[in-house]
């Protein structure tokens, strides 16, 4: 890498310092003069544009940086409110997580696509074009005339080589931003690139060192304005990556970029872009084992996706074979489809454990057989009630991005199932301890998930050390318990149609709801109290006992994830100290394809120490780039809000 590029954007972020608010007056404006949503979009992208500044460090390769920041929306809180009496507003209301056209652009160029243009789309490619174009003469007055010709190239017209589509990628990347999307995602970065790299490759004019500092270059460009994007915490901004894949064949795609990729990342040690990889059956184990240098260095990717699953699954859903073999992640594990598709993966989410409690608390059974009954009765109704309520979907108007789109082929809606092992192992309990051993009585039970267990720590430590669990004692029962309710959920689902005449599609992810749905919720039948956070994603609770990582891979791959198939990975953290062992790495990877073998759908690890993220909280100063994985994503430990730092220590710590 760089090492004076890395220090002055990443170390000591001076570029931060020339940054300048943007004045606020153009809603005002906007609202008086009545203007169009369209208008009112392409307006102030023009004004963005028109004010940014070029700033180039002098040994960047990938140029473009953010130097307007806090620029104000296009509505006012007034106008959301008017819109939301008509329609549903999906968080924002701009447009994210979906993975757009990124090949066709760089390959056709800017001015062609401006010739079947709507006034909107010409008038942002103007836009664009213009400040690349004061970008280009501010590269020739300091001398980078390698800039200035890419510049004199990209983005009016398609890339020649490898540099000028990086450059291109940003180009696209960047203004997506300005526009006001998020959570905008790179796609399948090591396919739709592989052309220009192999083309340079064979003339001689990149080797793979060569290549490797400009993909160095070309990822440290996604952490330039990373903070100026955040999501729920800091972060959080959807820059995903894919590598890696199967064809419809079954035949794995791993090429010399995608290695690289995976190298660039480890030598960075940067959050973004965030790494996701595809594999299957026919993964080579050093891929896995490459993969697991990233781990090792704490970066909680790659994510894994297991092609044996989710394009099966994906196609069930009716997605055709050719484009759900090109299917890529959202910007946390939510599976979309590149260029065609137009789905909203994280609508909703069901709290499981809710469902239970209110099922056990309802007293309306005599058998367990008849709480399960009411169990999925009541998730049945959530699904109605979600369902019901998302009518009449409206965004904000998106020129730019609509130019990168092919076509709006799938339009599906994503709902997350939160809380699957606590609710398993709730309903696990009481079937043991309730009804099968006769052991614990229902009002003593439900009295004891009212009062927070506070009158009844007999029953608190057996609950919470001694009953079933998904990947420790008694973990078939859990198991069976989970397979139960993610059917009932999937099922339910399956044969409703959206409001855009899509699918609905059930999955085991979390999101942020392992902290939002815990906060309303009380204890659970399974010893949780209710100040105690659920796990994350598609995992073992926080106070579970477990047998180790291969009990929690066996209990966490039995069932049929191509049922629910939005997406919604297995979490597991390793200690640190394993990666001493010189071993680590070999044993890792075996695990990992272990884990893809039994048919697990998504699998993120994170390699953390708990004292180090402790000591990390009383000093953050000298931890500025820890990294950690969240739930989806990976972050800065220290820019965290201190429930999420809270809730990566509590975690288990495996070792192998």
């Known amino acids: 890498m760089n090492k004076n590029v890395y220090n002055y954007y990443i170390i000591a972020r001076e570029h931060r310092a020339k940054r300048v608010a943007l004045c606020p007056s153009s809603v005002e404006y906007y609202q008086k003069a009545t203007l169009t949503p369209e208008e009112r979009v392409c307006r102030r992208f023009e004004e963005i544009c028109r004010l940014e500044q070029p700033a180039i460090h002098p040994e960047e390769k990938i140029v473009l940086v953010r130097t307007i920041k806090d620029v104000e929306d296009c509505f006012t809180r007034e106008e959301w409110a008017e819109i939301k009496k008509d329609h549903y507003v999906h968080e924002l209301g701009y447009v994210s997580n979906l993975s757009l056209d990124y090949e066709r652009v760089i390959k056709t160029g800017l001015l062609p696509l401006r010739e079947n243009a709507t006034e909107y789309q010409a008038r942002v490619i103007d836009a664009i074009i213009g400040l690349c174009d004061r970008y280009q003469a501010a590269a020739k007055e300091m001398g980078r005339q390698d800039i200035a010709d890419i510049l004199s190239r990209v983005p009016r017209y398609s890339a020649r080589n490898f540099r000028e589509a990086l450059q291109f990628f940003r180009i696209l990347h960047y203004a997506l931003w300005l526009e006001g999307n998020y959570h905008n995602t790179v796609g399948r970065f090591d396919m739709y690139m592989y052309p220009y790299f192999e083309a340079d490759l064979k003339a001689g004019v990149i080797d ?90 704490g970066l909680g990717f790659p994510q894994y996706s297991n092609d044996d699953v989710v394009i099966p699954g994906l196609i069930k859903k009716g997605y055709e074979p050719c484009d759900a073999k090109e299917y890529v992640v959202a910007a946390c594990w939510e599976f979309i489809i590149p260029k065609v598709g137009n789905d909203i993966a994280n609508i909703g989410a069901l709290n499981f454990p809710m469902i239970v409690n209110n099922a056990i608390k309802s007293r309306k059974y005599d058998s367990f057989d008849q709480l399960m009954a009411i169990v999925k009765e009541y998730i049945v109704k959530e699904c109605d009630l979600i369902t019901e309520q998302i009518k009449n979907v409206w965004f904000a108007p998106s020129p730019f991005l609509d130019l990168l789109r092919t076509a709006k082929k799938y339009n599906n809606f994503g709902i997350h199932g939160c809380g699957i092992s606590c609710a398993a192992d709730s309903l696990a309990a009481v079937k043991k301890y309730v009804f099968d051993e006769k052991t614990v009585t229902i009002d003593r039970l439900i009295d004891a998930l009212d009062t927070n267990y506070d009158n009844d720590p007999q029953l608190l430590h057996m609950l919470r050390h001694e009953a079933p669990k998904m990947g420790g004692v008694d973990s078939d029962i859990a198991i069976d318990m989970s397979c139960q309710i993610m059917n009932t959920f999937a099922d339910t689902l399956e ?148 429930e999420y730092q809270n809730h990566v220590i509590s975690r288990q710590e495996y070792t192998v």
């Open 208 to 297: 793979e060192d060569s290549a490797l500092d400009l993909i160095e270059d070309f990822f440290i460009s996604f952490n330039k304005d990373s903070d100026i994007y955040p999501g729920v915490q800091q972060g959080d901004n959807g820059q995903s990556m894919v590598l890696g894949g199967s064809d419809l064949d079954g035949n794995y795609q791993f090429n010399t970029l995608s290695k690289l990729c995976l190298i660039a990342s480890r030598n960075l040690k940067l959050i973004d872009p965030k790494i996701n990889l595809r594999v299957n059956k026919n993964t080579p184990t050093e891929i896995y084992e490459l993969a697991t240098q990233l781990t090792k260095v």
């Open 495 to 642: 044969s409703r149609t959206n409001c855009l005449g899509g699918k609905w599609r059930a999955g085991s992810g979390t999101a942020m709801y392992y902290l939002w749905h815990a906060r309303n919720l009380g204890a659970t039948a399974d010893g949780r109290r209710s100040d105690e956070a659920l796990g994350t994603n598609f995992s073992p609770t926080l106070t579970a006992k477990v047998n180790g990582p291969v009990s929690v891979i066996e209990a966490f791959s039995s069932q049929d994830m191509q049922k629910v198939i939005n997406g919604g990975p297995l979490t597991l953290e390793f200690a640190s100290s394993i990666f001493n062992d010189d071993s680590s790495i070999t044993k890792v990877a075996a695990l990992i394809k272990y884990f893809v073998s039994r048919g697990g759908h998504q699998l993120q690890l994170n390699a953390v120490n708990a004292d180090t993220l402790k000591d990390a909280q009383k000093t953050p100063e000298q931890y500025r780039q820890l990294v950690v994985r969240i739930w989806g994503w990976s972050a800065y430990f220290t820019e965290l809000d201190k």
